[in-house]
Nanobody, 122 residues
Framework: QVQLVESGGGLVLAGGSLRLSCAAS????????MGWYRQAPGKQRELVAT???????DYADSVKGRFTISRDNAKNTVLLQMNSLKPEDTAVYYC????????????????WGQGSQVTVSS
């Protein structure tokens, strides 16, 4: 079984900073991309940032220059440092891990954290 446990988040004033962390545990063949998604009330879940096992990153245009994703492969953790937060960043943030359970199959499975509320007040 694979578990993703998130920590961080909370309430912050606009312009402030928060950090989210996510730790993956369980068994797998390879832990590939990890990332963060968010879902605001009444909106669809959207990608915030992803990072591959090689350290290649991708960001939503709305967070480029403000958010930084990083990863510790030895600890199976992914961090999201969020700076210059805006009220429109308010959402529930979900950690994601894409992994291969077996060396015999190329299929990748997605796993999700429990979600962390981030609220930015103006």
């Amino acid at each position: 079984q694979v578990q993703l446990v998130e920590s961080g988040g909370g309430l912050v004033l606009a312009g402030g900073s928060l950090r989210l962390s996510c730790a993956a545990s369980g068994t797998w063949f390879s832990l590939n991309a990890m990332g963060w998604y968010r879902q605001a009330p009444g909106k669809q879940r959207e990608l915030v940032a992803t990072i591959t096992s090689a350290g290649n990153t991708d960001y939503a245009d709305s967070v480029k220059g403000r958010f930084t994703i990083s990863r510790d492969n030895a600890k199976n953790t992914v961090l999201l440092q969020m700076n210059s937060l805006k009220p429109e960043d308010t959402a529930v943030y979900y950690c994601n891990a894409r992994l291969r359970r077996s060396p015999y199959f190329a299929k990748e499975d997605d796993y999700w954290g429990q979600g962390s509320q981030v609220t930015v007040s103006s």
